[in-house]
């Protein structure tokens, strides 16, 4: 039978869309992966279990909000913090002492469900605020060594593997989660989630060292605390990489849509079955569909006018949203503008990593995590003042039509940002590394 001869091509073109998985190739990036992934499900899992515990043993969703905000000051402090520590010393020994710290925190609030009374808010708060705090130094180390890993041009792959494995975690552990907590035991949730840490650590523990360029001897305190300063200093300097939160922050302000949810699912939406679980489900959905078909993303250069492209489509999208009149049209609209957040995180995230000096990775990672964590809050709380005054489709309308137009405007506003291309961004670092440079000589 004689070969057709475009099948290569077309095999080709379907490899081109599926997730690109050529980083898994590399050993330390699967160690880094594999820690993501054995972690991800059991975090997923915690993060329901501590407010169903709140609610048990308060009856009160003040208290549940309160929690919110208990595990959201060390997020923010230690997210900073984290990064400037990530920047001034070896950053495998940091991913592995964090994974340690979570893994017996998640220990302990196994134990802490199996107190009389089954628990102790005091000590829920802290133990939550505790595993707040170590997810918020580790992330920014384990993100800031990506590029010295995989290399400059395998960063949007590299992220978008973990980002899917993320929207999968955040979509089957609370499904995981409802079904455990059916059967009466919270242990089994906060077990699952140390066991994974646990497995964690064995695999960090197998890189190599990963000091940042120039750190040399053991971490003084003081000067990470000084390198927070720093690192914002930095920021003020370099509009491309500021301009990666200033967009993200305009996107979860302005259309954030959780806050309006319960509201839909009683009135809109209140004759469709589960339709609160569906809303919900939305935006991840969208999100880890794009990032299975997302090999495409790794292979653009005009990273900055893509990321403005993107965010636009979630502007469109959730103007789409607010208008929908039948719950599949909704969730469909919702998984768009998850599809266009999985693209603008990912190359955000990738800017950030090879457009910044490798000495200044850590803190901007640990803005990113800070701005990730503080943009939806603010977005719930813009949405449900103007859904209670003005309606839940002028709340969403309004909020989708100035992000698009926002978008325009930093394109005009910003050309720096939407002219950036990935085949540059060793230029870029260089040139922020040299301007370092100078501004130490003169200090």
Known sequence: MKKDPAEPERVRGRRGWALDTTPLRNRAYRRIFGGVAVTMLGQQMTLVAVPYQVYQLTGSSLMVGVTSMVALVPLVVFGLLGGAIADAMDRRTLMVVTSV??????????????????????????????????????????????????????????????MTVRQAGVIVGPLLAGLLIGLGDLTILYTIDAIGFVAAVFLLRGLPPLPPEGVTGPLRLGAAVRGVGEGFAFLRTQPVLLMTFVVDVIAMLFAWPQAVFPELSQTTFAGDANSLGWLFAGVSIGSLLMGLTSGWVSRVDRQGAVV????AVWGVAIVGFGLASSLWLAVLCLAVAGAGDMVSAVLRSSMLQTAAPDEMRGRMQGVFIVVVAGGPRLGDLRAGVMASSLGVTTA????????????????????????????????????????????????
């Open 396 to 443: 969403m309308v309004s909020g989708g039509v100035v992000i698009v137009v926002a978008m325009a405007v930093v394109a005009l506003a910003v050309p720096s940002f939407s002219a950036f291309r990935a085949s540059r961004s060793a230029e870029v670092a260089e040139a922020a590394r040299a301007r370092l440079a100078q501004e130490s000589a003169t200090d």
């Open 308 to 311: 403005l492209a993107a965010i």
């Open 101 to 162: 710290g979570a893994a017996v925190t998640s220990a302990l609030l196994a134990v802490q469900a199996l107190l009389p009374g089954d628990g102790n808010l005091a000590v829920l708060w802290v133990l939550a605020a505790a595993v707040s705090g170590f997810a918020a130094v580790n992330q920014p180390a384990r993100s800031a060594v990506i590029p010295a890993i995989v290399g400059q041009a395998g960063v949007p792959a590299a992220n978008a593997l973990a």
